[in-house]
């Protein structure tokens, strides 16, 4: 038997973690509670949408979007490595004969299934709940969506990663991935609140915020793939 | 058993330092509020000399973390402790200094912006900054394994500073408000910067970056003390159990 490559490998490690939380369910349906939650509080906050100002709702609405998903992924992102910690697994995980860089990447793809899902049922939702106008700009929003959780996904693991050998994992994940994120959550926020103010995607992508996310994501999904091996030892 | 009279002495260069430190910011201070003249009205009259501390500040704030940046991939590379403790310093000093220019900045902008805070490009970039070093600094201090500190500092110091540039342009493209270098400096309209204002600028630049660098060096000598402090009761400890 050839022994198997660096993709094959990773596509193993991301399955087995996607079976785990198959059988178990014990990240992504929490992830879509809290959402739910954090969209419902949120709600009490959105100015009506006909009180006038058309631009600031947009901005809220999309605000609101992405602080919630960024919440609910972070929630998620923090259990990266809870299966391999509560099971002292993590020696195992390691004695893959595998790249480190193929863990993170693994440990990536399942946390970017995790959020897509998330996403998946979120926008639709709160598009019905709060009488989102996308218009035809469902492709554009699809588009920007993709790059923001590359980069989300990328710090976040990266510092998933980092958090769990802390004594305290879900403070000090949000309190290093936040100001990270700051590029990625302004970048969103404004490409979705055009859209949301009926822009079409040519429009957009003329903004030059997709130039940050490219940006961000090429430097944080490198620097994950670079660093990984110096975290985990 | 080690006595103080056995820990090596403060090298004299330590004390040169602190010397030639306290005379450059004393020399500074009589240049700032004695020759400098006042600046416009516009731009906060005296209120302006705060920009003599402010910019310096910001300065060793950036030189700081572009420090823990560098040693950080120093110690990734090589494993040596000493850049981590130059990486666990110059953060520290580089947290003090981004603190006075998030503390001077308001002071200044109450009375001439007539707000305490813009949510404008370079206020909210240092404050992600510093938000950044104080994520890195409690890491450091929550990691549950010591001997894994280093490594994982280490990351958040490459990628913090990696992170500055993107959040800059991000945040440029933003809002911007921040007045940039010589409109603060302007101290009459439409005269430019002076001389006297020149050479107060440049000397207190030169005072905080000597300040900087003996606070460095202090910080330096007190992590290598604490390791070696450390490193004889590991030996202690051995002896008597023997």
């Known amino acids: 038997m050839t022994e198997a490559g660096f993709v094959t490998k990773t596509m193993w490690l991301a399955a087995k973690d996607l079976r785990i939380e198959l059988r178990a369910r014990d990240t992504l349906a929490p992830m879509l509670g809290f959402a739910a939650t954090v969209a419902l509080v949120l709600a009490f906050a959105l100015p009506e949408a006909s009180s006038g100002n058309v631009g600031v709702v947009a901005y ?7 602080v919630t998903v960024l919440f609910a992924g972070l929630i998620g992102f923090g259990r990266t490595f809870e299966v391999e910690r509560a099971e002292g697994a993590l020696d195992s995980l390691l004695l893959v004969p595998v790249d480190r860089s193929a863990l993170f990447v693994s440990k990536a793809l399942s946390n970017l299934a995790f959020i897509v899902v998330l996403e998946m049922v979120l926008l639709p939702l709160s598009a019905l709940l709060f009488a989102y106008d996308l218009g035809g700009s469902w492709g554009a929003l699809v588009a920007v969506v993709a790059l923001v959780d590359l980069g ?10 980092l958090a769990a050998q802390t004594r305290s994992r879900e403070l000090l994940l949000p309190l290093l991935a936040l100001p990270a994120l700051v590029p990625v959550f302004i970048a969103a926020l404004e490409l979705t609140a055009d859209l949301l103010l009926g822009a079409g995607f040519d429009a957009v992508a003329a903004r030059g915020w997709f130039g940050i996310l490219v940006a961000f994501d090429v430097v944080f999904v490198t620097a994950g793939v670079l660093l990984f091996d110096a975290v985990l030892d | 058993m080690a006595t103080a009279s056995e820990l090596r002495p403060r090298p004299a260069g330590l004390d040169a330092l602190g010397a030639a430190t306290w005379t450059s910011v004393a020399a500074a201070l009589l240049l700032v509020f004695f020759v400098a003249r006042e600046a416009d009205v516009t731009m906060g009259g005296q209120l302006q000399r705060i920009f003599y501390f402010h910019v310096p500040s910001a300065w060793i704030g950036y030189l700081s973390f572009a420090i823990v940046f560098l040693a950080s991939i120093a110690y990734l590379r090589t ?5 981590d403790l130059l990486a666990h ?19 200044w902008a109450r009375p001439v912006w007539g707000t305490w805070w813009q949510w404008d490009a370079r206020l909210t970039s240092t404050l992600v900054l510093w938000l950044t070093y104080i994520g890195y600094l409690f890491l450091r201090s929550l990691a549950s394994d010591q001997a894994a500190v280093g490594r994982l500092a280490a990351v958040v110091g490459i990628v913090g500073f990696l992170d500055v540039p993107i959040v800059h342009f991000s945040v440029q493209w933003w809002r911007t408000l921040h007045p940039s270098g010589p409109t603060v400096a302007n101290p009459t309209t439409g005269s430019g910067l002076g001389a006297p204002e020149l050479t107060a600028f440049f000397a207190s630049l030169l005072a905080f970056t000597l300040l900087f660098c003996w606070l460095l060096s202090l910080r330096l000598r007190i992590g290598r003390l604490a390791q070696r402090v450390e490193l004889e009761e590991i030996e202690r400890a051995v002896a008597e159990t023997r």
């Open chain 1, 60 to 66: 809220v609405q999309a605000g609101f979007m992405w």
């Open chain 1, 152 to 161: 989300f996904v990328a710090v976040g693991t990266l510092y998933a990663a």
């Open chain 2, 79 to 83: 494993g040596a402790c000493r850049w």
């Open chain 2, 89 to 107: 310093a110059a953060a520290e000093i580089g947290i003090v200094f981004t603190t006075l220019v998030l503390i001077t900045g308001p002071i």
